[in-house]
């Protein structure tokens, strides 16, 4: 079988330089081309030695372009409007297109499934395998508790995080909502500041704290009468997201056009 050529957007981020080593770790993958920004600096830089590689002689460039034809897919984890645009390129040329990137606007979401009724795009808030598995969990035990039980979503990350909540606590708090048959946007707490009055029945709370260099903590509370139940997940390298891009780039290729999640790519649903 042949390896599945994928081009690493971001490429002189952290989150880049990262995918970039996933690819070079994983069998049956090849780095098909890097780009970036050409306000980040890294424009002709070597991806391999910006990965910690040393040379592989893919320079990071800044048009993604001329990169396409000779590739099966994007590993994207950049800015929603980075991904809509390359939403769009993959689209067009019918590969696959990997989107870990989070903050999507509703006409963000909109245009992305657009997309996706042209080609396959797994797009997640978090590609790892335990969270995943964190968020089937969440979905299994909100369905089995009665609304005595408040449901509250607490997430940390580093201090360069741009948006909250995290990606991961959305996707979180969508699996609480399904588990317990209800719309997330109608019942979410996003802030609480002040004299805010009672917790309202049935909704699911997110607290957002951002500080040092943590990767990405999460908390899921069922909290009820006179107990309490947490499920955690501590995320300690970004590996484990890139990894996770990785496999949902392999599983994608030759598959309908259609809009994943990771749950897809696992087998969890």
Not at 51 to 69: F, M, Q, S, T
Not at 141 to 157: K, R, S, T
Not at 223 to 246: N, T
Request: net charge negative; aromatic share 4%; proline share 4%.
């Amino acid at each position: 079988m042949a390896d599945v050529r994928l081009i690493v957007t971001g490429a002189g981020g952290r989150m880049g330089r990262t995918l970039v080593k996933a690819i070079a770790d994983a069998p049956g993958v090849v780095l098909a081309g890097a780009v970036d920004s050409p306000a980040s600096g890294m424009i002709g830089r070597d991806a391999g030695e910006l990965a910690g590689l040393g040379p592989n002689g893919v320079l990071v460039a800044a048009d993604i372009a001329p990169l396409l034809e000779n590739a099966d897919g994007i590993l994207d984890f950049t800015a929603p409007a980075a991904s809509v645009a390359f939403a769009k390129l993959a689209a067009d040329k019918k590969l696959v297109h990997v989107i870990g990137t989070t903050g999507f606007s509703a006409a963000d979401e909109e245009a992305i499934a657009a997309a996706a009724k042209a080609t396959p795009i797994v797009k997640s808030g978090n590609m790892s395998l335990g969270v995943n598995l964190l968020a089937a969990l969440t979905k299994r035990v909100a369905a089995a508790l009665d609304a005595e039980f408040d449901i509250e979503i607490l997430e940390m990350h580093h201090n360069k995080k741009v948006d909250a909540p995290s990606g991961t606590a959305l996707l979180l708090g969508q699996a609480a909502a399904d588990g317990r048959g209800v719309d997330l946007a109608q019942t979410a707490d996003r802030g609480r500041d002040g004299h805010t009055g009672a917790r309202r029945p049935g909704d699911i709370g997110f607290a957002s704290l951002r500080g040092g260099t943590v990767v990405g903590d999460h908390f899921v509370v069922f909290a009820g009468p006179a107990e309490r139940i947490e499920l955690v997940h501590r995320a300690e390298d970004r590996m484990i997201y890139a990894r996770g891009a990785v496999k949902a780039a392999q599983w994608a290729k030759g598959r309908a056009p259609n809009l994943y999640s990771m749950a897809d790519v696992l087998g969890l649903d």
